[in-house]
């Protein structure tokens, strides 16, 4: 459930990143530690109520996500990007995600863009 209290809102967050970000270094995956991280760190500053953070893990990248990606954007209050060489080349994904939110939020949610 989000924090925010709107009922076309389903994630607070959408976090989007390149999978190459997340190879583990050392044995740490640096965007799930991350994820984790902003999680913790929003819990306590919103008096331990949850902010629904939402990012594709577990997503099959062998089968087409956009659907499920694009139904996800639309429900969602914030895109976070975690920009890196690799999310700012041509033919990331996340450059797609990018997109399909700005298009979501020109739509649906008047005086976010001029």
């Avoid at 970000?21 to 799930?32: C, E, F, L, Q, Y």
């Amino acid at each position: 459930m989000a924090y925010i209290t709107n009922k076309a809102i389903s994630h607070d967050i959408f976090l989007s990143y390149t999978r190459k970000d997340n190879i583990p270094s050392k044995g740490i995956k640096w965007v799930t530690s991350f994820k984790d991280s902003l999680e913790a760190a929003l819990k306590k500053r919103t008096n331990g109520r949850e902010v629904s953070i939402w990012w594709d893990p577990g997503l099959d990248k062998n089968k087409k996500v956009d659907k499920e990606i694009r139904e996800v954007l639309a429900r969602t209050a914030l895109f976070l990007g975690v920009s890196s060489e690799d999310f700012f080349d041509d033919n990331c994904y996340c450059r797609r995600e990018v997109e399909w939110f700005r298009e979501v939020a020109e739509e649906s949610r008047p005086g976010l863009f001029p």
